[in-house]
């Protein structure tokens, strides 16, 4: 199993802040995806990056993908109160999680 | 609305009894999958079929099983429930396996095995 660790797994911050989650692990990717999720609901996809280097901005997120495709952040700008829930990564072709972070923008 | 239907939302069951999650998408998506999610431990793969009348063990696939009859229907069967087996169990399909085929997930079932 290739893991995937995600830091950090819980993070609180006022709003307007700015703040970065990270996903790690040993193995090499061919691709990962960033979902976000709600309580009582299942995770949505907000992006895939696939290329080493690349780099994918949504409104105020910004997705990166290591070189060596081993490791990606996420990037919030401003952060605002719609922004809380549970970020997950995800590789190996949907079959690996990460353990998720919790996310709390506080208003 | 397009999309996945889980049902149970949630069921409490007794240690020992079976159990059949029912999982349809009307997507025709050819890839299904079920995770269980718990705290601290994310989501991880209980089975998956890519297609139609194959299947596939995740990474924590015991005491489960799964059949894919169809394209629509992927249902998750627990033949004497245990209390570990406590969990909100999603299901989730894609068009296939590649990058750009993102997971489409049901809202979850909620399991308690007491």
């Given at each position: 199993t290739q893991l995937l660790e995600q830091s950090p797994q819980f993070l609180s911050i006022q709003e307007g802040e700015n703040l970065t989650v990270y996903c790690n692990s040993s193995s090499v990717f061919s691709s990962l995806q960033w979902y976000r999720q709600e309580p009582g609901e299942g995770p949505v996809l907000l992006v895939t990056v696939v290329t080493g280097g690349e780099v994918k901005k949504l409104k105020r997120l910004t997705f990166q993908f290591g070189d060596a495709r081993k490791d990606s952040s996420l990037h919030i700008t401003a952060a605002q109160p719609g922004d809380t829930g549970l970020y997950l990564c995800s590789g190996n072709e949907k079959l690996t999680f990460g353990t998720g972070t919790r996310l709390t923008i506080i208003p | 609305i397009a999309g996945i239907t889980?049902?149970?939302?949630?069921?409490?069951?007794?240690?020992?009894?079976?159990?059949?999650?029912?999982?349809?998408?009307?997507?025709?998506?050819?890839?299904?999958?079920?995770?269980?999610?718990?705290?601290g431990l994310?989501?991880?793969?209980?089975?998956?079929?890519?297609?139609?009348?194959?299947?596939?063990?995740?990474?924590?696939?015991?005491?489960?099983?799964?059949s894919r009859a169809n394209t629509d229907d992927f249902p998750l069967t627990l033949a004497s429930a245990v209390?570990?087996?406590?969990?909100?169990?999603?299901?989730?399909?894609?068009?296939g396996r590649s990058p750009n085929s993102p997971l489409h997930f049901g809202n979850g079932t909620r399991l308690t095995v007491t």
């Amino acid at each position: 199993t290739q893991l995937l660790e995600q830091s950090p797994q819980f993070l609180s911050i006022q709003e307007g802040e700015n703040l970065t989650v990270y996903c790690n692990s040993s193995s090499v990717f061919s691709s990962l995806q960033w979902y976000r999720q709600e309580p009582g609901e299942g995770p949505v996809l907000l992006v895939t990056v696939v290329t080493g280097g690349e780099v994918k901005k949504l409104k105020r997120l910004t997705f990166q993908f290591g070189d060596a495709r081993k490791d990606s952040s996420l990037h919030i700008t401003a952060a605002q109160p719609g922004d809380t829930g549970l970020y997950l990564c995800s590789g190996n072709e949907k079959l690996t999680f990460g353990t998720g972070t919790r996310l709390t923008i506080i208003p | 609305i397009a999309g996945i239907t889980q049902a149970p939302t949630s069921q409490i069951l007794a240690a020992g009894r079976r159990m059949t999650l029912r999982c349809t998408q009307d997507m025709r998506h050819n890839a299904m999958y079920w995770y269980r999610q718990d705290l601290g431990l994310g989501l991880r793969l209980i089975h998956y079929s890519n297609t139609a009348g194959t299947t596939g063990k995740g990474e924590v696939p015991d005491g489960y099983s799964v059949s894919r009859a169809n394209t629509d229907d992927f249902p998750l069967t627990l033949a004497s429930a245990v209390p570990s087996q406590t969990s909100v169990y999603f299901c989730a399909s894609s068009k296939g396996r590649s990058p750009n085929s993102p997971l489409h997930f049901g809202n979850g079932t909620r399991l308690t095995v007491t």
